[in-house]
Nanobody, 119 residues
Framework: QLQASGGGLVQAGGSLRLSCAAS?????MGWFRQAPGKEREFVAT????????LYADSVKGRFTISRDNAKNTVYLQMNSLKPEDTAVYYC?????????????????WGQGTLVTVSS
């Protein structure tokens, strides 16, 4: 079970940090997002060790994914937010570790948290 939190309303250029707590040990964890009228898209992923990360080009240099295995929690630090970052953000967990870009690699999904960036 995954529980995401941290979404909200922020002005363009601002920052937010999303958190996602898992109920147990997981492999890789990732974040996806879905904007109104669009398909869900990959945002970032981190391996179980935290040593490998992968980002979508649209967020590279602005977002940072990290994890705390002692807390079974993954974070997404979002800086320099843009209106086009507005979406429902979903966390996901895989059974195994790797840098997984595709949603099919993830076995568990959180409920989503809404991020709204105003211009």
């Amino acid at each position: 079970q995954l529980q995401a939190s941290g979404g909200g309303l922020v002005q363009a250029g601002g920052s937010l940090r999303l958190s996602c707590a898992a109920s147990g040990r997981t492999g890789s964890m990732g974040w996806f997002r879905q904007a109104p009228g669009k398909e869900r898209e990959f945002v970032a992923t981190v391996s179980r060790s935290g040593g490998s990360t992968l980002y979508a080009d649209s967020v590279k240099g602005r977002f940072t994914i990290s994890r705390d295995n002692a807390k079974n929690t993954v974070y997404l630090q979002m800086n320099s937010l843009k209106p086009e970052d507005t979406a429902v953000y979903y966390c996901a967990a895989a059974t195994y570790s790797g840098t997984f870009y595709y949603s099919v690699n993830y076995d568990y999904w959180g409920q989503g948290t809404l991020v709204t960036v105003s211009s």
